[in-house]
């Protein structure tokens, strides 16, 4: 197993960890140092070397950085309310953050902090068409602003006209909008001195507003896990983890440490996020798919019998969160205390380990044959192990019971001694199995990544037509489970073939913006072409004198026309087939 625990921002806790990394406790709960191993082949086995190495690691750390959005509103106000009244609306529309305004009539200009994204409405706000009007982020915001205000017995017309993310233009604008106008008054309810000059008066109310921004630590550190079964030589382990991030993060610096105090033999690692060369790590679902494929590639190169697989592959249940269970648990002893059928379903189904039988219908086959890939991996890899053995008999159940449930799937009820008909239910189960059969042909396909993003857009529209066909919510959500399987199969593909690309393989290259391109200026060329087909001189409504010089030269022009129009067209189906 491959798993990401946790991550830490700050140096205290990312010290923590090194610290839990290289201490164990003994039989008397004392701990004492164990030995760590870092990605420069040092071994580090005690607390000051932890230390040095933490002090040298935390010039690739970068800072907490402050939430600082802010943005610039304008309300027009349908009626004459009192300061008071305005005055609590625009606390209870902005959320009670601090915030300057000024009134003026009807109009009122608000200069606030904000949790909004200030950087996505400030680009909204460049790319604003007056034409059209405001949409997307900007036309949510003002409508949000507007509803909570209104909620507070307000009503009026909210636009916002400018944000701002970084702290120096948010002091900019904080004074620019105190000088602007008079009679500012702040969320508090005390108005600015009037006399008191501009930027000594934002200066001194940005430093008052800093202890409502929000700190956010970003992830400099990330703590992974390798694992293996009981009896799993350690130090192979350890060889094979290494290897591991050796391979897939070659540039970041890291330390590893086994725990041997448990029964399943496993590795805590510690990773830098960023590179030497400033690249951040990220650890998306084709990642993590990804490293637990290259440590159980690594393991057997060690001598460990392992292979990578996911829940797909035993057709399991879908897992569910601590936040879940213990809702479930909650229900159970408290009647007035409920949860969602669905997630009670969910947490039963994991603990018993059962099969999910739509899944098994649907893949059944294809996990069959994974399984049958699987055992002919480890009999190359390690022969005589019992192993390859397990992977054929759990290969031959699947497709049992996968041809049972499509069996059931397919049944249909007795309709009255007249015949039998297909259910809706059961019609759709075929449309689910046809649509399973076509994603495992375009899993099998040689496509770029154009063209398997095309595909996967095209099943997903598949989807949409059959959960546009479904009535209940227990159907939509079985459907909803199976699409992010299938959309998972196929993610995991396309990132396959995107790697290939890169890496010179022998997947197609991903030529989206070239073959686009090309693609347009062909057709625009063809349009061309057939505008000049239709003021051809050889038609006969236009054709010159047969023999004389222009007739001649309108044959010839006409014959450069046709030619011209054939490659077009030519190149036009090349780029289709391909």
């Known amino acids: 197993m491959f798993k990401v625990i946790s991550t830490a921002g700050t140096k205290g806790a990312a010290g923590a960890l090194l610290e839990y990394l290289g201490t164990r406790p003994d039989e008397d709960g004392k701990k004492h140092d164990i030995e760590v191993f870092t990605s420069a082949g040092l071994s580090v086995d005690n607390r000051e070397q932890r230390r040095a190495l933490l002090d040298e690691w935390q010039e690739d750390f970068r800072e907490p950085f402050q939430n600082t959005n802010f943005i610039e509103v304008d309300i027009e106000l349908s009626g004459d309310p009192d300061r008071d009244d305005l005055h609590d609306a625009l606390n209870a529309a902005f959320g009670s953050k601090p915030f300057v305004y000024a009134r003026a009539g009807s109009t009122v200009k608000v200069y606030a902090y904000t949790d909004m994204k200030a950087a996505a409405l400030g680009k909204a706000l460049q790319k604003l068409d007056h034409e059209n009007g405001r949409g997307g982020i900007l036309q949510r915001a003002d409508d949000g602003i ?23 233009g948010g002091q900019y604008f904080l004074q620019k909008f105190i000088r602007a106008h008079t009679g500012v008054i702040k969320s508090d309810g005390d108005a600015l001195p009037a006399a008191q000059r501009a930027d000594k008066a934002a200066a001194a109310l940005y430093a008052s507003w800093k202890a409502d921004f929000k700190t956010v630590e970003p992830r400099n550190v990330y703590h992974v896990v390798f694992s293996a079964r009981a009896g799993t030589d350690a130090r192979a382990l350890l060889r094979a983890a290494e290897n591991v991030l050796a391979e897939k993060i070659p540039d970041h610096k890291w330390a590893i440490a086994h725990h041997p105090e448990t029964g399943h033999v496993h590795v805590h690692a510690m990773i830098v996020a960023r590179s030497d060369c400033g690249r951040q790590l990220h650890f998306s679902k084709a990642d993590l798919y990804d490293w637990r494929a290259a440590f159980a590639e690594k393991a057997r190169e060690e001598g460990i019998s392992m292979v990578a697989t996911s829940r797909m592959d035993f057709a399991a249940s879908r897992p569910f969160n601590m936040r879940q269970a213990g809702a479930y648990e909650r229900s159970k002893r408290d009647t007035r205390y409920s949860v969602f059928r669905t997630i009670a379903q969910r947490v039963e189904e994991k603990r018993q380990a059962v099969f999910e039988a739509k899944t098994i219908a649907a893949y059944g086959p294809a996990i069959s044959r994974d399984w049958q890939l699987t055992a002919t991996m480890i009999r190359e890899v390690m022969p005589g192990l019992h192993a390859g053995a397990g992977a054929v008999a759990f290969s031959a159940a699947i497709s049992e019971i996968a041809a049972v449930q499509r069996s059931e799937i397919h049944r249909t009820p007795a309709s009255s001694g007249e015949g039998t008909v297909q259910s809706p239910s059961a019609e759709k189960g075929d449309t689910l199995i046809d649509l399973a059969k076509r994603i495992q042909e375009i899993i099998s396909m040689e496509l770029s990544p154009l063209e398997l993003r095309r595909k996967i857009a095209d099943v997903n529209k598949a989807f949409d037509r059959i959960d546009g066909s479904l009535s209940k919510t227990e159907d939509k959500q079985e459907l909803a489970e199976i699409r992010e399987q299938m959309n998972g199969l196929l993610n995991e593909r396309l990132n396959d073939v995107r790697v290939q690309a890169a890496t010179g393989g022998t997947g197609a290259p991903d030529t989206v913006r070239d073959e686009g391109r090309s693609l347009r200026e062909k057709e625009q060329q063809a349009k061309t072409q057939h505008r000049a087909n239709e003021q051809n001189p050889r ?17 010839q022009q006409a014959d450069r026309v046709e030619r011209q129009n054939r490659d077009t067209q030519r190149a036009l189906d090349d780029d289709r087939a391909r």
């Open 539 to 555: 038609q006969p409504d236009k054709q010159a004198a047969p023999g004389s010089a222009a007739g001649k030269k309108a044959e």
């Open 146 to 168: 507007t509803a909570r205000l209104k909620d507070a017995g307000v009503a009026g017309k909210v636009e916002i006209k400018a944000a701002v993310s970084t702290t120096r």
